[in-house]
């Protein structure tokens, strides 16, 4: 990995649109209401509860007696989930998709570390592989790093995917409200879209905050921009294969996977899900900053 490129996001602030749950006081707003950092609202006071935060100056106008709310803040927990399944190493001439995934997550990771926010790094094919621990210290970003790392190298066998199962497996086992970026083709069984549909509510059923960086080759996956000629296609989660000419199949290619990919933007879209299209030709800088930037505007 080129961590000199990484560092460049060490000085960006990525602030959680929604309330987080965390573990030290940061950057973010906590669903939990104490007293300090910034005043919220004001409530009345509840007989047997401290006088100390009682507005003496309301009290003064209105003859009632209010309690001053304060919002917490608090720092971050973010998962990074990477799918590691065979067809996240195409194209294989560069194992595109899983250097943008690793790159990115990569990036982000020293960018939440340095705000003093926790990440884990969790990987999977068809269940999940590595799952770390939640933290933000500097020899565990280095650990991530490793791991990432490692990611690079093209793994022996071929590896399904279960993107809907081990989603729903992940949501079952985070506890606390959470940051939640995933990357990933989402190619899995898309005849039964219904599925990975349900596994993305059940993470913001759980309310969690959820990204996804949807990693294609737009040129070949999408697009199927291919020379007129016959080839070989070889499905690299099962190794099967298949002579053809691609002119023959590429009306009703793109029909079925178009349909997929919008049906899944707008699922996202209702449930408050960041979808961010991830054409590897634009390499991970481009889409990372636009994807900040945007985000920056919307706080």
């Given amino acids: 990995m080129d961590l000199a490129q990484i560092r460049q996001y060490g000085n960006i602030e990525f602030l959680a649109k929604q309330m987080v749950e965390g573990f030290i006081t940061g950057l ?5 209401h104490g007293f300090s950092v910034e005043f919220a609202e004001h409530r009345l006071y509840n007989n047997g509860e401290s006088t100390r935060h009682i507005d003496w100056k309301v009290f003064a106008k209105t003859d009632r007696i209010y309690t001053k709310r304060y919002e917490e803040e608090t720092n971050l927990r973010c998962h990074l989930i990477i799918d590691t399944s065979s067809s996240m190493y195409y194209p294989e001439k560069t194992n595109g998709k899983i ?11 020293y ?21 770390t621990p939640v ?11 490793l ?9 022996k066998e071929n590896k399904k995917t279960e993107v809907a199962s081990v989603i729903h497996q992940i949501a079952e086992n985070i506890h606390k409200r ?23 509510q059940h993470l913001k059923h759980n309310l969690h905050e959820v990204l996804i960086f949807h990693v294609t080759d737009k040129k070949t996956e999408s697009d199927f921009d ?16 298949i002579k053809l000419n691609p002119a023959q199949v590429k009306e009703d290619y793109q029909k079925s996977l178009h349909q997929f990919y919008h049906e899944l933007k707008l699922r996202c879209g209702q449930y408050k899900i960041d979808f961010i299209e991830a054409d590897i ?13 945007k985000r920056g505007k919307m706080k």
Avoid: C, W
């Fill in 28 to 32: 973010h707003k906590s669903p939990f």
């Fill in 99 to 109: 250097v943008f995934s690793t790159m990115a997550a990569a990036a982000l990771a």
């Fill in 111 to 131: 960018m939440l570390q340095k705000q003093k926010d926790a990440i884990s790094l969790i990987t999977f094919s068809s269940s999940v592989e590595i799952q």
């Fill in 135 to 145: 933290k933000s210290t500097p020899s565990h970003i280095h650990k991530i790093f």
């Fill in 147 to 155: 791991d990432l790392e490692n990611l690079l190298q093209k793994p």
């Fill in 178 to 200: 959470s940051l939640v970026i995933i990357f990933s083709d989402m190619f899995d069984d898309i005849d039964n879209a219904e599925k990975i549909f349900s596994s993305l």
């Fill in 226 to 241: 291919f020379e007129d000629r016959p080839y070989e296609f070889i499905d690299l989660e099962t190794n099967e294969s």
């Fill in 281 to 293: 030709a634009e390499g991970f800088e481009q889409i990372l900053s636009a994807y900040l930037v």
